[in-house]
């Protein structure tokens, strides 16, 4: 059946597997001391424009979110985030788990603003319960959201701002960025997300990867003996190697660049299949991530022929659907799709 | 150089890595409930001889050790081990991090006994201040051991009896168990591990996967929503393929005893390489690692040519050092180790 | 300065200190072992008419709390509160530090409704992304509320029905469970409560007590080795008698409602105060909590003269703040405020 | 019946009791924020002779040891302790449930040595592994230690420097430290204490308190928003009063020595009525804890007539008990022992 239901679908980027196979029998050392992981670690700093970044590879996001987190916070303090946030929400309590609160403000399409989160930091530092209270030692931003929304590098710097006017760190969770840096609509660099943030991580899962996300602190500023608290959560790969090599081709020729690029192709032609075909949009994304508002009824024989993601109940009558390209979806799967879509309109 | 140093610095089997390309564009449902992930499943519970039994793949060893041990313990209660356990020693408290003491018992090469385990236990449950104390909750055994020694089935049913007299599951570490199942010195099968076990992983980064750890709950005995268990660990990952397709090649045709009777057959020319040049053992280990006593400037000599693992400092003079075998060692690699050996002995 | 800032401005109830000494020679076995200890247990199991209940005395709110909830969830499950909730927003963190998300619903007048719960249950076991979610273990109330309101006995019973029908424990907050109960405008005794929660605890602390909380689980359920756990969370007082012999006084010729009578008592007297010199009230509170909205300049000057506490901002001009009565408010001092009050009006 | 065993038997001194009635219904701000608190912390810099100490006043041994080691620890850090400490054995757990290994090194007579300390730090900081390990982040002495012992001011200066060498900080647990200022055979003061270690807490539950020990860091070293992480463990108090009014009692008019001079000539009694009717002594213990050694079936006879703790099995025969005396023990109480011991001698 026809897949549109999210991005991380197929395996990885055939580069990827090439390089894999090329260097299987290179013996190495372990626990990303090897030469790929140092390699993909200096072309990220150069893409970062951060020669004195500390780059670390974990595998997935979920877990690049905890360990950062719970790195980064004291403990009477917890992490401030959207109230649809992926680490409000889906992350299983991952965030609590290691003994934090995940603090929420109101989104707009996925993001929160500047002003708001002024306000929520200014309300606090004014509460004479505070001390009584979950302290905000740091802003959790995504980039592209939940919503598949960007942020405009006025909005980064202006939250950035505010972030380091209150003296916490703003991290940015990537797990789709490279969708972000290659949309059209954006007018914010990877060299902006660093020098605006004080962590961040460049998801490679969604990007074309087996797995694995790339934690960059640009500043050299990564928490003392991070390699440890990495291992204390279970995070450390035996074989690294298997991060460094996926991440040193992502980062060979702008590869991590085109395969968002792919991905924003078939995102364009999704739009306009479903524009063409009349179907009204949720909110307007920028990215590989589309919502669709869908009848009922239309839903369920949609669903008959093509696969999506459920993302939330309208109205008694309507659904939100999210539709999702990557950069494995082929043009001819958008054409299929818009057949369907003019059928079922 | 020669390098003997582990069992993880290659990369894939071969076989491995052409499945891994061969299903690559296959588009798939993520988080494990792929059908690469059920078959190897099925395929596993064939090859325990438990046909209820609940599977889970997990990336690596401190991971897999943390979830499961955490989703097994109630929070007043730790896990027993002996002293040298990886889990005491070489997972940087990850049991800890997770709320849980790691209660030691002294080590004989590796192991601990069931009378051992048996007085331990006996003394908890006599002891009027128990309610003051950690509740010995669970056993953790390693096999092959941290010095490659392996339990007997007699060994192993003993102490099964102690915790089925005492309610407390046993948990056992199968990091390396490939070698261990292939050693022409044991008498335990899989379905033995099995039967005495009520958990167990089998270990796939050191036996031939890039990444990846079965862990097994034989009777159907997976704690509750393990999934999010796993997902709030950060340790589930989104495309789950990665490691059912591992998993499905390694248990078709015998691949994964077949790679441990590789390492077994190479670990048996190293001992007669050791032997032959007059090395004295610290121990006899039936695995695929080896622990030599070295001069200390014989060590030194040595570790220019080919590359091994420190162990421990016996006395002034001599430390012990651990040579290591696996799936990848090549027979011409013993035989430059041999002559290198003869040269320094 | 007179002081209305809160209930537990003052030491104990002197009958509580007169038995204090009375007992203070008397050697007792230490950790709640002691006959003042089982005898409050037994008087608190006939004031709840509950023959089977577990009773546990521990020193504070936040503590017992944090110690039941964790005790009560499993580990992929948070507990259900009003935002408003005292767990939400005044413990520091304390349920997050156990590991556990705090869902929030959102509050009226600082309670929530069984159809609100309902809706969110029943929505949580509706979506698919739920094993990626936080499961919903359990709900916490406070009784009164932190805005002095009160569950009727309908609501509560509502309530109590939702979660079994999903099979989540009920636990109320008893902070200030004395002045609820003695309030006139309560149809919910003591009974009804340990009809209708799984776990609850009495206030003594802002009750009369000098500290102390009694966790009651009405049908003798209190998790596995609880006296264990709370050791573990540093819970467990050496001199137990000294929570033993306060609650075995305070449930004495009905010491505990007496008191709460009192402290309702001067709340009528306050209230009827303020109503006289036309105060505005925020909300109707049948408690020992009155939430007043005052100008701001009037604000401040009261507050030259009388102590209170700030609790909201309302808007630019108004702010909401807290006049508390107790056990120890004495009438006059009703009056002296009186005066203040019409003076500022 | 006659009892030894314990010091946490009886209530409180009577004078803390009369300080409790007389300043019992002044009205007075909450947390530790009153007047009592502050004077009882300004008796105690003076005490330590340590005018920047921060001091904090918690309800118990276990939850003091929890906080303050969970507060100085960082993630991948863990406490080195006795084998026999109490955070090792008899806490339940506590310091684990906080994410933190109690890493134990070998007991002489209950006490750890400054060479023993050194070749374990030295070891650790040059295994290759140690990214891998749990990093030693502090050390924890109990003084008087679990046996009774007292290290010398030679003993603690010695270890100090090595924590000092190493940069991590030295803490003390003073659950029992009155009877060890108090004991004829000890060099150690208080401000002594306060010069080498970097954290401690008085004891205060077990000399004369009715609860409460007194945290210390003496220069001014406290962690960083430490009210918060106390409430967020559950350990700060509503009437924050009890703990301050008890302390300035204890600090008054040198009652806290006082009362160790009490304990402490008991135990000379107690000594003297043991050694005349020659029970055997398991070792010297300089203060109020005495270790005796008893053939079983006298242990059972005198059971019968005095109460104490079982503390350790010998051999097959005999037991080690423990008497306790405290500041309530009564010179009868002791001459009643006399005759019961000379019968069963």
């Known amino acids: 059946m026809l897949s549109f239901v999210n991005d991380y679908s197929q395996g990885a980027h ?69 109230d649809t946030g992926h680490i409000s929400v889906h992350e299983a309590g991952a965030i609590e788990r290691t003994g934090h609160k995940v603090l929420t403000l109101p989104h707009h399409e996925g993001k929160i603003c500047a002003a708001g989160l002024e306000t929520f930091l200014c309300r ?5 319960n505070r001390e009584h209270m979950v302290f905000p030692g740091m802003v959790y931003l995504s980039h592209p959201t939940e919503y598949g ?24 969770d990537g797990a789709r960025l490279g969708y972000g840096l290659a949309s059209p609509q954006t007018d914010v660099t990877l060299p902006d997300i660093a020098a605006y943030c004080d962590a961040f991580y460049i998801g490679g899962t969604k990007v ?79 990215t590989n991530q589309q919502f669709v508002i869908l009848e009922n009824r239309q839903m369920e024989r949609l669903a008959r022929q093509v696969s999506f993601s459920f993302w939330e ?26 057949e369907i879509l003019a059928k079922e309109a």
């Not at 260097?23 to 790929?36: Q, S, V």
């Not at 670690?41 to 979110?65: H, M, Y």
């Not at 606090?124 to 004479?128: M, V």
């Not at 929304?149 to 940015?172: D, G, M, N």
Request: hydrophobic residues 40%; glycine residues 8%; proline residues 4%.
């Open 208 to 286: 074309g990867a087996l797995c694995g996300e790339a934690v960059v602190f640009p500043r050299g500023n990564a928490p003392k003996h991070f390699v440890t608290i990495v291992k204390q959560q279970g995070a450390l790969l035996a074989k690294g190697r298997l991060l460094g090599i996926q991440f040193d081709t992502l980062f060979t020729d702008r590869l991590y660049w085109r395969i968002g690029e792919q991905g924003i192709e078939m995102a364009r032609k999704l739009v306009k299949a479903l524009e063409d075909t009349g179907y009204p949009f949720y909110l307007k994304s920028p």
């Open 313 to 338: 109940t309208l109205d008694e009558n309507h659904t939100v659907v999210r539709f999702a390209t990557s950069w494995a979806t082929r043009p001819e799967e958008i054409e299929a799709l818009r």
């Open 14 to 82: 055939e580069q990827i597997l090439r390089r894999l196979a090329e260097t299987n029998l290179e013996p190495l050392p372990g626990y990303g001391a090897d030469r790929y992981c140092q390699s993909a670690k200096e072309k990220i700093r150069l893409a970062c424009k951060s020669p004195a970044a500390d780059v670390f590879f974990l595998t997935g996001g979920t877990q690049a979110n905890a360990v950062v987190i719970a790195a980064l916070l004291d403990a009477f303090e917890g992490v401030i985030a959207a």
């Open 149 to 172: 929304t960007l942020y405009s590098k006025e909005e980064l710097e202006a939250i950035s701002t505010v972030c380091r006017a209150y003296q916490i760190p703003l991290y940015l």
């Open 124 to 128: 606090f530092w004014k509460d004479g």
